[in-house]
DNA sequence: AACCGATACGAAATCGGTTTCGTGTTGATA
DNA sequence: TATCAACACGAAACCGATTTCGTATCGGTT
């Protein structure tokens, strides 16, 4: 077994100082040429690379940055994630993920366990249970150590912190828009219990298109679905008691779900029933037929947030200034409207 | 903003020496009952938490494991994921997440990113361009260096190390073997091209199974996909010029698109055309009809993924066996199959 | 009074780097 | 020949912890 070799290694083989070799690896002026090369030419022939974790200690910069999301196994999630850390790795940065698998106290022991030291700055959408409670004092911690902060997508205005967002409000807003365009009127919204995080956002959006164009909101027509849903009873019975021309989902697992049961009852898509989902998922693309629905574009949104992220972890001055951005969502039109 | 506070900092505070704060704080007997009850309070008072790096540097430990995966962005990685970090939170470990997009290079560098003291071991799947080289040095240096490193799912048998795999082969065999009882004898199997991974091996199980059962293997029921396939040209043109009357995907994206052109063609599913898929995620759940589908708990993997890797880490002496843990695939049956 | 064993704590090395500052040697200059 | 700057390198501090070992102090024993 090779093992790793140190600067102490290569000084005490070549017989020179340890500050002589990190200086000779540097290529440092202040070593003569001759003693470089050998130092370099030895170093070389064993490989060495330096450690990253004296560096870290000595550098207080861990070239690494923390993310914490509510769930991975989750698409809109995953491609934040595989944006982040695009973006990260490109810019020399390792990324270190936690899941809060949606609860508070995972949210608040994965960010301790990462705030002594181990990363640089933290990215992370807030858990439903954070949400809930209302409750952002680990946060607050955080930012007040003076470390770094970027939220995306579930955010909150409790905590001053650079921010990554869609216009949820908007796009949902034109995607019932767009309902309306092609003839629809009695467009029904499926969302989540408690309008939980975006989901109220999307809500304004349906409410504000309606009124915009003199339809009258019905609440029978909002179905709030459980957030992990097992079964598909409500949406059954919502199918056999209520008529509507068009729905809105908040996600696109609850589209899928609708395409189903619509199939099912033998209800025409588009024709009879046109469905807009949000995330531009895998399922959207997939499923037949397929889902015209709101791309949230998370590669961008992860690649943004870690930019940003970086950009702070690397200005000396802590700057007070937060920005928050706001990438426009939009709509890919495929089978499950008409156009 | 609260600046971390240190042992230096309490020390000179409470006029006592470094080594008797750190003693102190571990509740060392050595330390007098004032001393203690008034360092543990004063640090408690401020906050104080150990710094991760520090520790790390003295004890050679990080508590970190490098995960390196070829995709995401794609159900069945994401799974083992999860597994990994549960298993691994539990544990005290962190989770630093790299993704090789299907690249050797990127594999390599992000290998020697971590491999400088940033983890203490790996888990791993190799990138499709690596299986493709077969060249593993990357992988050989770091054991060498006695880096622990568990392999799943795509392995090699040219590296020395821990792996878990899930029994493809006979997977493949149970599932064909359900088709032809279910009264089907024109076995179709979608593959990738040149039968990447671990596609070789669900090749062979489903070749075992037609012999077994004296179906004469058939070359043209064999279609080979590319590993992202953008249009259903291919898989169109097979459905028009072959007759089957079942078949088998080696991924689930594949069964979902065969059952999409089969819909379109108004072939019924399961009675005229069977399908099964590998990989149970969220597309063979939520499709229409859903799809029976070959589970390879991907979660369980990793779990015993990141159980094998801790015990190679906390293990003092370095051990030279290795074994390879066999996950038993299943089927679940669900409506793209007679049952 | 001399000695001894606890008790309670501090000094210093260590992990593996970086960096500042000091110094011996050299050749050039006055 | 004495002086001095430039050159090339080493000693040591430092980052923030852990840990070994040494020792001052104190009460008790003979």
Chains 1, 2 share one sequence.
Do not use: W
Not at 21 to 45: C, D, M, Y
Not at 124 to 138: C, G, I, R, V, W
């Amino acid at each position: 077994m090779k093992r790793k070799i140190t600067l102490k290694d290569i000084a005490r083989e070549l017989d020179v100082s340890i500050s002589t070799v990190s200086k000779a690896l540097k290529n440092s002026e202040e070593i003569g040429r001759n003693t470089k090369e050998k130092i370099q030419a030895f170093a070389k022939l064993y490989n060495y690379k330096p450690n990253n974790i004296a560096i870290s200690l000595k550098n207080k910069r861990t070239k690494n940055i923390g993310v914490i999301i509510p769930d991975i196994v989750h698409h809109f999630f995953t491609t934040v994630f595989r944006g982040i850390e695009k973006y990260a790795n490109q810019k020399g940065y390792n990324v270190i993920v936690c899941v809060s698998d949606e609860s508070f106290d995972k949210e608040v022991i994965n960010m301790e366990m990462l705030a002594n030291g181990s990363i640089d700055g933290f990215i992370m959408a807030l858990s439903a249970e954070t949400q809930m409670k209302n409750d952002f004092n680990h946060l607050k911690e955080v930012t007040e150590q003076g470390i770094p902060l970027v939220l995306f997508d579930r955010v909150t205005d409790e905590v001053n912190c650079d921010k990554v967002i869609i216009n949820d409000e908007q796009a949902a807003y034109d995607a019932v828009v767009r309902l309306i365009d092609s003839g629809k009127n009695r467009i029904a919204l499926f969302t989540t219990e408690n309008y939980l995080g975006v989901s109220r956002k999307r809500a304004d959006g349906y409410f504000r298109a309606l009124k915009e164009y003199n339809i009258e909101p019905d609440e029978n027509l909002v179905l709030q679905l459980p957030f992990q849903y097992e079964n598909e009873d409500k949406s059954e019975t919502f199918f056999n008691s209520q008529n509507f021309d068009a729905v809105l989902c908040v996600n696109e697992i609850f589209a899928v779900r609708a395409i189903r049961i619509a199939q099912l009852k033998g209800i025409k898509i588009p024709q009879d029933l046109s469905i807009i989902g949000f995330t531009d998922g895998i399922l959207s693309k997939l499923s037949s037929p397929s889902l015209t629905s709101v791309a949230q574009h998370g590669i961008r949104m992860g690649e943004i947030a870690a930019k940003m992220l970086i950009e702070k972890v690397e200005s000396d001055r802590d700057q007070e200034t937060f920005r928050t951005e706001i990438i426009e969502a939009t709509i890919i039109e495929r089978e499950s409207t008409i156009h």
